[in-house]
C-alpha cells in the first residue's frame, strides 16, 4: 500500500514545491466547510491537581523525570470564558479539545468527579452558546496513573472496559452538545511513542527499564482498537437518539504516512496479509466477533499532518539500534522533508494532498477532518507575533485542501494547531504551535493574537485570504498601531 504513496510523493514532488501562490478564498470552500482551530487538555488546562483530579500517565512521566511539565500551562482550566472569547473574536466555526479522563473520573474507573464534570458542562456550554462547535476528543495519550498502576493500562485488555465506561460518561453528559467525538488521538504515534521508542509515557521499550518493543506497540494498538470499536458501538446502540453524531480513532497522517496500518482494520476488520506476514504471531489476532466491531467503527477519518516524508523500502539498509522497531517491521525507511528534531517543517501541501487523495482512492471517500495542521516556531514572544511563515505555512496547506476537495475529497473540516501557544507534548515550552501567544512568564498568562490570529481571522471573515507581502506588512502595522483585539 504504501507504493502507491510512494509514488504520488514522488509524482507531485518535482511539481509543486510550494503552493504559496494559490489564491483562494473562504467562498470557495463547501459552504459547511467548519474551519477551526485546537488545544488538548494536558496542553493546555493546567490545574494538575486541583478540585479531585488525579494524575494522569503525562504527570508521572514528566514528574518523575523532572522535564518541563503542564502543572500550569496556559491555566485553561481558570481561563476557558476568556479563550472561548478570543474563539469569537477570531471567528472560528469549531473547536477541538480532550478531557481529562482522571480529571473526570480520577481513578480511571468507578466515580465521577463532580468538579471535573461541572468544568467540562461549563466549557462546552461556554463554546456552544457562542454558536461554536465543539469536537471532543477523548484520549490524548493521558490515561490515569491508577490504570497504569493496577493493571498495565493499554497493555491490559481490561482498559477497553474501562475506557468504554468513561466514554459513556462522557456520551451521556455532554452528548447533548457534542457531535463530533474522536475516541483516541493519534493512536499509532502513541503506541509507538510510549511502547516502541519509549519516548513519551508510559515509557516503555526493549532498553527502557521495562517494556518489550518487538511486542507490546501491537498489544496496545490492538487494544486501543477493540477499546474505540467499543465505546463506538455503545454510541450506536445507546445514544442513537442523538442526530448525527460521528465517531472516529483518529490515525496519523503526520510525520509519514502511518495511517494506513490503522485504516486497514477500521476498514475491513482485519490487518493487511503483509502486516500479518511481517509481524507473525507478534501481532495479535482479531476474532470474528472483534473483527466485525472493529469493521466500519469509524464514521471519519482524522488526519493529523505536519510534515511529510519520503518512505523508502529499507530492506537493504541495517536496522540499528534506536530505530523504530515498529518502521523495521514495516520494512521502510523515513526521509523527514525538513529536519524535524529541529522543528524545521517545509512547507509540503502536495503531502497532505497526496494523503487526502489516498484516502479518498483507497478508502472508499470517507467523510475526513484535518485535525491537526501547524507550523512550531521558537518560543520568543517578539519572533512569535510576527509569525508570517506560518500564515505562508497554513496558507499554502488551506490551498492544498481546497484543492483535494475540489478533485473529490470528502474533507469537511480543517484544524489549525494549535490555538495557543501550548505546553507541547515532550518538548514543553521551547517551540510553540499557536496563533495566540501566552506569556508562560505572567501569573495572569496573558493572551495576545499573532500576526497569524490576524489573518486566519480576515480569511474567515471576509473573502480573501491570501495576503502577499505588502498586505502581511500593513496587518503588522495595524496590529501594532491598534490594541491587541481583532
Ligand atoms: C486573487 O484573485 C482575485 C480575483 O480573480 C484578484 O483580484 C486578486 O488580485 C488575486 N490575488 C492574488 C494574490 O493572486
Ligand atoms: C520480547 O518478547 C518476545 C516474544 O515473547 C521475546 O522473544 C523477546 O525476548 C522479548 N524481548 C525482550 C527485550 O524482553
Ligand atoms: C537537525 O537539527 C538538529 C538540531 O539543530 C541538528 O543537530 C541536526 O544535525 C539536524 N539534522 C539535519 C539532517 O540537518
Ligand atoms: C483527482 O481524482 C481522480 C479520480 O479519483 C484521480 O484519478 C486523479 O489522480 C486526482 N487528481 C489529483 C491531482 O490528485
Ligand atoms: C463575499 O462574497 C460574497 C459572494 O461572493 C458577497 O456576497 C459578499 O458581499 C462578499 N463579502 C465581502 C466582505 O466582500
Ligand atoms: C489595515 O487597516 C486599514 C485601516 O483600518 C484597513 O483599511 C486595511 O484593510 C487593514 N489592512 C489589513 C491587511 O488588515
Not at 452538545?177 to 516502541?196: C, P, Q
Not at 512547507?347 to 495542521?373: H, R, T
Not at 484543492?403 to 473540516?413: C, E, F, Q
Request: charged content about 20%; overall charge negative; hydrophobic content about 35%.
Amino acid at each position: 500500500m504504501d507504493r502507491i504513496i510512494m509514488f504520488l510523493l514522488a509524482a507531485t514532488l518535482a511539481a509543486v514545491r510550494c503552493g504559496c501562490d494559490a489564491n483562494y478564498t473562504r467562498n470557495d470552500f463547501p459552504h459547511d466547510f467548519a474551519f477551526g482551530s485546537g488545544t488538548s487538555a494536558y496542553q493546555w488546562e493546567g490545574a494538575y491537581n486541583e478540585d479531585g483530579k488525579k494524575p494522569s500517565v503525562w504527570d508521572t512521566y514528566v514528574h518523575s523525570r523532572n522535564l518541563d511539565n503542564g502543572d500550569i500551562t496556559c491555566d485553561g482550566y481558570h481561563k476557558y470564558k476568556e479563550d472561548v472569547q478570543l474563539m469569537v473574536e477570531t471567528g472560528l466555526d469549531a473547536f477541538r479539545f480532550s478531557i481529562s479522563w482522571s480529571r473526570l473520573i480520577p481513578n480511571g474507573r468507578g466515580p465521577v468527579n463532580p468538579k471535573g464534570l461541572q468544568f467540562y458542562k461549563n466549557f462546552i456550554h461556554e463554546i456552544v452558546s457562542h454558536g461554536i462547535e465543539p469536537h471532543v476528543t477523548l484520549y490524548h495519550y493521558d490515561h490515569p496513573q491508577s490504570l497504569e498502576d493496577e493493571y498495565g493500562g493499554w497493555l491490559n485488555r481490561k482498559i477497553i472496559k474501562d475506557f468504554t465506561a468513561y466514554a459513556d460518561v462522557c456520551f451521556r453528559e455532554f452528548g447533548n452538545h457534542v457531535k463530533l467525538w474522536t475516541t483516541i488521538n493519534e493512536a499509532n504515534i502513541f503506541t509507538i511513542g510510549g511502547y516502541d521508542g519509549g519516548g513519551t509515557p508510559p515509557g516503555r521499550c526493549s532498553t527502557c527499564s521495562s517494556g518489550n518493543s518487538s511486542t507490546e506497540p501491537y498489544i496496545v494498538a490492538h487494544n486501543l482498537l477493540l477499546a474505540h470499536a467499543s465505546a463506538s458501538r455503545l454510541y450506536k446502540q445507546k445514544y442513537k437518539g442523538h442526530k448525527n453524531v460521528i465517531i472516529h480513532i483518529q490515525v496519523s497522517g503526520s510525520k509519514s504516512l502511518k495511517i494506513l496500518r490503522m485504516l486497514g482494520p477500521l476498514t475491513y476488520g482485519d490487518y493487511p496479509d503483509g502486516m500479518k506476514r511481517k509481524i507473525g504471531t507478534r501481532l495479535p489476532v482479531f476474532s470474528e466477533e472483534e473483527s466485525e466491531l472493529v469493521k466500519g467503527s469509524c464514521d471519519f477519518v482524522g488526519v493529523i499532518h505536519y510534515l511529510a516524508a519520503s518512505v523508502s523500502d529499507s530492506q537493504s539498509k541495517p536496522f540499528l539500534p534506536g530505530d523504530s522497531k515498529f518502521f523495521a517491521d514495516m520494512g521502510v525507511l523515513l526521509t523527514y522533508v525538513g529536519n524535524f528534531t529541529a522543528f524545521e517543517y517545509e512547507i509540503a501541501p502536495w503531502a497532505m494532498e497526496g494523503v487526502l487523495e489516498y484516502i479518498k482512492q483507497s478508502y472508499g471517500n470517507p467523510p475526513v477532518y484535518i485535525l491537526e495542521n501547524g507550523k512550531p516556531m521558537k518560543q520568543d514572544l517578539q519572533l512569535q507575533q510576527e509569525d508570517t511563515p506560518r500564515i505562508e505555512f497554513l496558507h499554502a496547506y488551506m490551498g492544498a485542501v481546497l484543492k483535494a476537495v475540489r478533485n473529490g475529497s470528502d474533507t469537511r473540516g480543517y484544524f489549525v494547531w494549535s490555538f495557543m501557544d501550548l505546553y507541547e507534548l515532550l518538548s514543553g515550552y521551547g517551540y510553540s504551535f499557536g496563533i495566540y501567544s501566552v506569556n508562560f512568564r505572567d501569573p495572569h498568562r496573558k493572551r495576545s493574537p499573532k500576526l497569524s490570529a490576524h489573518w486566519y481571522s480576515a480569511f474567515l471573515k471576509g473573502n480573501t485570504t491570501f495576503l502577499d507581502s505588502q498586505d502581511i506588512m500593513q496587518l503588522q502595522s495595524n496590529l501594532s498601531s491598534s490594541a491587541t483585539s481583532l
